[in-house]
Structure formats: structure tokens, C-alpha cells
């Protein structure tokens, strides 16, 4: 039988001992960390103009009213306009019009406030989206989008 030290993850055993000691719960994860992972939302689902979308939740900021839009002069027409929200112009896109479809003319309105690397942007949504863990409709790469459809002056 050897006994002598050897390194297990780092760790000296004690004397006498074939395993380091353990610290209880160390490297465990509880039981309720593992039922918030199973029940915890993956994505925001929406609708716009009759078709279904999701954004993986790690992009998604918050789900806000709609407000005023201003307009922009000359842009596309995926391009809504600017919202303010808690002071900063955000960009709102419209998914309907980006894909050739008619603009949304809901009453119910949301915008899907989402980040990718610092660039904020605000998805029109009809109705309220929800948050779920199963992926219905399009995906909406923000990240893609944000490389693809980049609005400001480069």
C-alpha cells in the first residue's frame, strides 16, 4: 500500500490519508440550484405580423412599452426609428419589414430590449412576450444581426 502524498486536484491529503479532504457542498450543486436550471427560461418568444420568433435570453435586457419612435431621415425600412429608454437612443427594428412583409399596425405593442457586445437594440413584439424554455418561430441572432445590419456611422 503507498501512503505517500499525492496530488489530487491540487490538494495535499493529510497524513496518513489516500484522499484530500472535502469541504461539504464543495463542487455539489443543491438541489434547488438543479430545479432552477431545469425550470430556468433559454429564450424570449414574440410575435410580429402573424409569425413567431425567439432571442436566446442571454442577449434579452428587458421587455419595455412602446413609446414614441422618432423617425429617422433616409433609413431602411427594417428601421423603425429611435426610442428613448432611460435616456439612451436605442434602435427599434421591425422583423416584419426586414422580412418583406407588412408593418404590424397592433394596438399591443412591446419592444424586446437585447444586447451583443454593447450594442443595444429593441425588437417590435405584438402583444406580451413570454419567456420560456422551448424555441418557437425564427431565432433572432442578435449577434448576427448587429454584424449584419449595423446602424451608425463605422
Do not use: W
Not at 10 to 31: N, V
Not at 101 to 124: M, N, T, V
Request: aromatic share 4%; charged share 25%.
Amino acid at each position: 500500500m503507498n501512503t505517500a502524498p499525492e496530488e489530487h486536484n491540487g490538494a495535499t491529503p493529510l497524513p496518513g490519508s489516500l484522499t484530500p479532504p472535502t469541504i461539504p457542498g464543495q463542487g455539489q450543486t443543491s438541489e434547488v440550484e438543479q430545479q432552477a436550471e431545469r425550470i430556468a427560461p433559454v429564450c424570449c418568444c414574440f410575435r410580429l405580423s402573424g409569425k413567431e420568433y425567439f432571442l436566446a435570453i442571454e442577449y434579452m435586457l428587458e421587455i419595455a412599452d412602446l413609446t414614441e419612435i422618432t423617425l429617422v431621415p433616409l433609413a431602411p425600412p427594417h428601421l423603425r426609428g429611435l426610442v428613448n429608454i432611460r435616456g439612451e437612443a436605442i434602435p427599434v427594428i421591425d422583423l416584419a419589414r426586414l422580412h418583406g412583409d407588412a408593418p404590424s399596425h397592433a394596438r399591443d405593442q412591446r419592444l424586446i430590449i437585447s444586447d451583443a457586445g454593447g450594442e443595444k437594440l429593441a425588437f417590435l413584439a405584438e402583444g406580451i412576450p413570454s419567456l420560456s424554455r422551448e424555441r418557437e418561430g425564427e431565432e433572432v441572432d442578435v449577434v448576427h444581426f448587429v454584424r449584419s445590419y449595423k446602424i451608425g456611422v463605422n
